[in-house]
């Protein structure tokens, strides 16, 4: 039986205003994970380009050493020419060197020759920003260098 004949529904406004604002925290707090989820995929994407750019620097110096090799093989008889020390006064070692140092970012080239049928080549550079990095080989020519 219901006894509350005539009289209205009990007041509810003291849980409105204690609800009141309970829905902009709501989306502040939404807008704030969303923030950090930006930060987190921009953080991501700047740690993959620079990973992508040290591959590519990586690729450059093997296919630049490789072309030093090339050039030592087609060219047997003046190999002496193509010892770091020797290379700034011989044309082909000297375009070799200055694209070396064209394709990679503060790049240091060296040939050795590390025994009688050894040469080796390596490859400084430094990015900017970041820490020296070498790429070396080392390959028989097949003729008896200086």
Same mark, same amino acid.
């Given at each position: 039986?219901? @006894?509350?004949?005539?009289?209205?529904? $009990?007041?509810?406004?003291?849980?409105?205003?204690? +609800?009141?604002?309970?829905?902009?925290?709501?989306?502040?707090?939404? #807008? #704030?994970? !969303?923030?950090?989820? &930006?930060?987190? &995929?921009?953080?991501?994407?700047? =740690?993959?380009?620079?990973?992508?750019?040290?591959?590519?620097?990586?690729?450059?110096?093997?296919? #630049?050493? %490789?072309?030093?090799?090339?050039?030592?093989?087609?060219?047997?008889?003046?190999?002496?020419?193509?010892? @770091?020390?020797?290379?700034?006064?011989?044309?082909?070692?000297?375009?070799?060197?200055?694209?070396?140092?064209? +394709? #990679? *970012?503060?790049?240091?080239?060296?040939?050795? !020759?590390?025994?009688?049928?050894?040469?080796?080549? =390596?490859?400084?550079?430094? *990015? *900017?920003?970041?820490? %020296?990095?070498?790429? @070396?080989? &080392? @390959? +028989?020519?097949? &003729?008896? $260098?200086?």
């Amino acid at each position: 039986m219901n @006894t509350n004949y005539g009289r209205s529904r $009990p007041c509810t406004s003291g849980k409105r205003r204690a +609800a009141r604002g309970f829905m902009l925290i709501e989306s502040l707090i939404a #807008l #704030l994970i !969303f923030a950090f989820g &930006v930060l987190g &995929v921009v953080g991501l994407q700047a =740690s993959m380009t620079k990973a992508q750019t040290q591959s590519r620097f990586r690729a450059d110096a093997s296919l #630049l050493a %490789q072309q030093a090799i090339g050039a030592m093989w087609s060219d047997t008889t003046n190999i002496a020419n193509y010892a @770091t020390a020797s290379c700034a006064g011989y044309a082909r070692c000297n375009d070799w060197k200055t694209r070396v140092e064209g +394709a #990679l *970012p503060n790049a240091v080239p060296s040939i050795v !020759f590390a025994s009688a049928s050894e040469v080796q080549i =390596s490859i400084r550079w430094t *990015p *900017p920003n970041d820490e %020296q990095h070498t790429y @070396t080989t &080392v @390959t +028989a020519i097949g &003729v008896n $260098p200086p």
